[in-house]
């Protein structure tokens, strides 16, 4: 049986109808009759999320799993607002979450009545589209009903958000079927041949072309650009920009010596990076990159070929460092055993948290990596690890610091969660990265105010969510520790926590820097 409210009906209706299969629901009343339907309907599994801002954190790991639309409805109120850190990341990632909040009938709205405020368009610009549903008395509010969500739905390019005012009696389940609603389809338009071709072409025809992919990584290029200072030769004069995000703020600075930059990218928008745009190209940036690549396979470019002979060397000097025990040395470590690792057992995920964490990976990581760099906060990276892990019998791994692991513990308050979920805890005792920033040193406030120091650990959080723990302290307790994350079989989370110097963290950092070639 399903709810007595017409406009929660149909929205379900279309949800299935539209393919949706996950749904992350938190508690509340005005909710409830939109988390009763989705419990009803056996083509979608339901995943109990308390924290509102974990939960969108979780959804959005789900869409990255499984390149599909995920729900997360939440009830009225300021449980909406919690959604926005996550719903922020997904516009900039590009993922498809669908925000489904309850809400009070528009009369009661700003008259002081129990969780009431202006919900429409609470998301502002971090949703690609905003509804908010009618609660349909006759056949044209119906009609206007399931447009609305239609249009919702068939949007592709970021996050939506469907707003459901529902009028009480809330919790009359008397419906026998969900109504048959009528599904709007959209065909997207491709590429074309011709489009792709003059890309490729112009990349090709280019004295000095550069290819730079963003999001997740480009392995060494950071290196590499400090080791290039000012050396014109390596400067390009045409850029063809595909992907997201990038992290490193050295390349940025580089880049915008370039002539001009194309950029490539789903929704043909303007992303002037570098300072240098000229043309944008609306389209697949990872079909432009692999045909790109295979061009370049092809018929090699001799500038190409001259900035991939000093990435093999800076390679060669990151697999050759040997950095003392520190964060550095165990992401080092961690990186090599999980090659060993992915041999024996296939497929693994990789997520590493923003600031220190996602650094590091640009320096050891060989494999794809998933890093929250839409907006770069340090909110919600466990929580996104943790949705991507409960769709997947994969291995997931997130690699991340204390700051990132403490603000989002919630995410491990969670019964679902299995021993596919692993967790590198890089623990220094504050945000280590503030240390690398010139002058803030200088600052009274530094320590203690800004980078957060703390004395900290993760063993009670773990042991109250029945999480298995293991500390490592010292050199030679960080190979078993290691082992023991990568290969312990267990039926819930495993969270290996690497205790660290600050101090030495930072000297090491620095000195893998001066690039001794």
């Known amino acids: 049986m399903y709810s007595s409210k017409n406009n929660v009906n149909i929205l379900t209706a279309l949800l299935v109808k539209h393919g949706i299969r996950h749904a992350v629901v938190c508690p509340g009343s005005r ?21 509102e801002r974990s939960a969108g954190f979780y959804a959005l790991g789900m869409t990255q799993a499984l390149n599909e639309p995920v729900v997360v409805c939440v009830t009225s109120g300021t449980a909406l607002l919690n959604l926005a850190p996550a ?14 909040s309850a809400d009070r009938p528009q009369q009661w709205i700003d008259q002081l009545d129990g969780q009431t405020l202006p919900q429409p368009d609470a998301l502002g610009r971090f949703v690609v589209k905003a509804v908010t549903l009618p609660e349909p008395h006759d056949e044209e509010e119906h009609w206007y009903c399931n447009r609305l969500i239609n249009e919702a739905l068939i949007t592709d390019l970021g996050p939506v958000h469907i707003n459901v005012p ?14 048959d609603e009528r599904v709007i389809e959209r065909t997207p338009a491709e590429m074309s041949s011709i489009t792709l071709s003059h890309v490729c072409r112009m990349f ?13 990584m480009n392995p060494h290029i950071d290196e590499a650009v400090c080791l290039v200072k000012d050396d014109e030769r390596y400067v390009p004069d045409f850029v063809l920009y595909t992907g997201d995000a990038i ?27 570098f300072m240098n745009l000229t043309h944008v190209v609306q389209g697949d940036p ?18 190409v070929q001259m ?8 390679r060669a000097y990151a697999d050759g460092f040997e950095p003392p025990y520190s964060q550095m040395a165990t992401v080092k470590s961690f990186e090599h055993r999980l090659s060993l690792f992915s041999e024996m057992t296939g497929e693994m995920i990789v997520h590493y948290a923003n600031s220190t964490a996602i650094r590091l990976a640009n320096i050891f990581a060989r494999h794809q990596v998933w890093c929250n760099r839409g907006v770069n906060g340090i909110e919600g990276s466990l929580s996104t690890a943790a949705g991507f892990s409960m769709v997947t019998d994969d291995c997931v791994f997130c690699v991340i610091g204390d700051l990132s692991f403490f603000y989002d513990q919630n995410a491990l308050w969670n019964s679902e969660l299995r021993g596919n979920l692993r967790i590198l805890l890089l623990n220094n005792g504050k945000g280590g990265i503030f240390n690398l920033l010139p002058g803030l040193n200088r600052s009274p406030a530094c320590d203690r105010l800004v980078a957060a120091a703390h004395e900290t650990t993760a063993e009670g959080i773990c042991r109250q969510n029945t999480i298995g723990y293991r500390q490592v302290t010292m050199s030679g307790e960080l190979e078993e520790g290691l082992e023991w ?14 205790m660290t110097d600050p101090a030495v963290d930072e000297q090491v950092y620095r000195e893998y820097y001066r690039l001794n070639l």
């Open 247 to 273: 992290v490193s703020k050295r390349l940025k600075r580089f880049l915008r010596k370039a002539r001009e930059t194309w950029a490539v990218n789903r929704r043909g928008e303007v992303n002037d990076t």
């Open 307 to 314: 900035w991939d002979e000093l990435l093999v060397k800076v």
């Open 166 to 179: 529902v009028s009480e009696p809330l919790f009359d389940f008397s419906t026998s079927n969900l109504p």
């Open 485 to 498: 994350l990568q290969t312990e079989r267990n039926e819930r989370p495993l969270v290996l926590e690497v």
């Open 31 to 51: 909710n409830a009759p939109i988390v009763h339907n989705l419990n009803e309907c056996s083509q979608i599994v339901c995943h109990p999320i308390t924290d």
């Open 87 to 100: 719903i922020a990341e997904a516009y900039y990632q590009h993922r498809r979450v669908v925000v489904v």
């Open 204 to 216: 090709m025809q280019a004295r000095r072309p550069m290819l730079i992919t963003g999001q997740p």
């Open 286 to 303: 990872d079909v432009v990159a692999d045909m790109v690549r295979f061009n370049l396979e092809q018929q090699p470019h001799p500038f």
